[in-house]
């Protein structure tokens, strides 16, 4: 479930200077590939069809997750892009494998 800062929490926080710190018992999400995003997702739209995430918080983090997705895509494509390039400067006959 996700959790709200109520105003008063983020005014603590700005207060005291710890802005930078993670807040007590900050949630820690693995969102390294594009499957962690889509099962989050996934997650979000369960929480919020539940009503235990409002929607308006429901298409902030959704939207986020959208930006992530498409960073890890984008990241993904240059990383195999590098990897064929490297593989026909190198004289390569055949295709590099595209997998990890």
Do not use: F, W
């Not at 996700?2 to 008063?8: G, H, I, M, P, R």
């Not at 930006?67 to 026909?88: C, K, P, Q, S």
């Amino acid at each position: 479930m996700v959790k709200k800062c109520t105003t008063d929490q983020a005014e603590g926080r700005a207060e005291t200077g710890d802005e930078g710190s993670p807040p007590q018992g900050r949630l820690r999400l693995r969102l390294n590939t594009i499957d962690d995003v889509k099962k989050e997702l996934g997650r979000l739209y369960r929480e919020a069809r539940a009503n235990r995430v409002d929607s308006q918080t429901a298409s902030r983090l959704a939207n986020m997750l959208s930006i992530l997705g498409r960073l890890i895509e984008g990241a993904d494509l240059e990383e195999r892009l590098a990897r064929i390039e490297e593989h026909v400067r190198k004289g390569g006959d055949s295709c590099p494998s595209t997998r990890h």
